[in-house]
């Protein structure tokens, strides 16, 4: 059964860090592609970044380019977002999600499997 349990969220301060960790269960990371996105209150959900998993490609979204890296370490069968410079506009709930087709997936309908969530707040 495939699951993803997403961590790392809370409550930080404008110019602040956090590093979100996306552990998956069930399957194996190294060949899937994982992306991660977020969704504000009223607002549509939005693509972050995401990693390619057949050629490791990147990619983020221009509101994160710079701040925002995306990694994965296949021996902890886990993706992180490591989140830098944070603004009040970065508030979310952020989720990461995968698919067995490992090219580069950068809109959520594109993913098969998703996390429940991690309740990012980004305030003073």
């Known amino acids: 059964q495939v699951q993803l349990v997403e961590s790392g969220g809370g409550l930080v301060q404008p110019g602040g860090s956090l590093r979100l960790s996306c552990a998956a269960s069930g399957f194996t990371l190294d060949y899937y592609a994982i992306g991660w996105f977020r969704q504000a209150p009223g607002k549509e959900r939005e693509g972050v970044s995401c990693?390619?998993?057949?050629?490791?490609?990147?990619y983020y979204a221009d509101s994160v380019k710079g701040r925002f890296t995306i990694s994965r370490d296949n021996a902890k069968n886990t993706v992180y977002l490591q989140m830098n410079s944070l603004k009040p506009e970065d508030t979310a709930v952020y989720y990461c999600?995968?698919?067995?087709?490992?090219?580069?997936?950068?809109?959520?309908?594109?993913?098969?499997?998703w996390g429940q969530g991690t309740q990012v707040t980004v305030s003073s």
């Open positions: 999600a995968t698919d067995p087709r490992g090219g580069p997936r950068r809109m959520a309908y594109e993913y098969t499997f």
């Open positions: 990693i390619s998993g057949t050629d490791g490609s990147t």
